[in-house]
Nanobody, 125 residues
């Protein structure tokens, strides 16, 4: 069974950091592009960050550039989203997703066919 499982969400204060994990089973992260997406209440889901199969190219939404870092550890078959300087507007359910292409894409309609269940991130004082 092809599966992604996110973890690491929680409640943090503005300015704090959080690391999300995305563990894959049934396939190798070396063979897919990975994207992180988020959906805030009342808003459409948006692309946050992505990393291509070889890990040598990444991309970020403008709203998180300089604050978030995406990486993956193929030995653990896990991807990570390291979030720092968190803001209340980062509050959302965060999803990781996989696409069977080498390249990186922030567009969820661009071939992402395996999705995790999501993890809640709440940034509030």
């Amino acid at each position: 069974q092809l599966q992604l499982v996110e973890s690491g969400g929680g409640l943090v204060r503005p300015g704090e950091s959080l690391r999300l994990s995305c563990s894959a089973s049934g396939f190798s992260l070396s063979d897919v592009g990975i994207g992180w997406f988020r959906q805030a209440p009342g808003k459409e889901r948006e692309g946050v960050s992505c990393i291509r199969t070889d890990g040598n190219r990444v991309d970020y939404a403008d709203s998180v550039k300089g604050r978030f870092i995406i990486r993956k550890d193929t030995t653990k078959n896990t991807a990570f989203l390291e979030m720092s300087s968190l803001k209340p507007e980062d509050t959302a359910v965060y999803y990781c997703a996989a696409r069977p292409f080498r390249t990186c894409s922030l567009d969820e309609s661009n071939g992402y066919n395996i999705w995790g269940q999501g993890t809640q991130v709440t940034v509030s004082s």
